[in-house]
């Protein structure tokens, strides 16, 4: 299912005309229940619109580089959507929506 839902989520956002490198459903999330959209100007609008396209993920994290995401994410701002999470009609918790804001370029030093 993630390599799936990988190519349907990154071609929905390409045909809505945003730019984006990369999605992934990684395997350590059960393939569906997490996405990580990697883009080089990440915005709220890409966030809505992967969590209104797959209403099966949990959580969208949505960075310019995702693969240091956390690490983006202790730096930087970000912004943080929630919903409901409805499965089999029930609301079971919530769903969470990141996008990383990278508004401040640090000069990476090590001592």
């Keep these: 299912m993630s390599l799936q839902n ?5 071609q929905h956002l390409i045909n809505l005309g945003f730019e984006v490198n990369d ?7 059960f393939g569906e229940f997490l996405t990580l959209v990697e883009t080089p100007i990440p915005s709220s ?7 209104n396209f797959d209403k099966r993920t949990k959580i969208v994290v949505v960075a310019q580089n995702i693969k240091s ?30 996008v990383v804001n990278r508004t401040i370029e640090y000069q990476w ?3």
């Design 23 to 29: 999605v992934s459903c990684p395997h350590g999330a």
């Design 6 to 10: 990988e190519f349907l989520i990154f």
């Design 69 to 98: 995401a956390l690490k983006e994410l202790s730096i930087f701002d970000f912004e943080v959507h929630t919903e409901p999470y409805i499965k089999r009609g029930k609301r079971q918790g919530e769903r969470l929506g990141i």
């Design 45 to 51: 609008e890409i966030l809505h619109a992967t969590l």
């Design 109 to 111: 030093t090590e001592y």
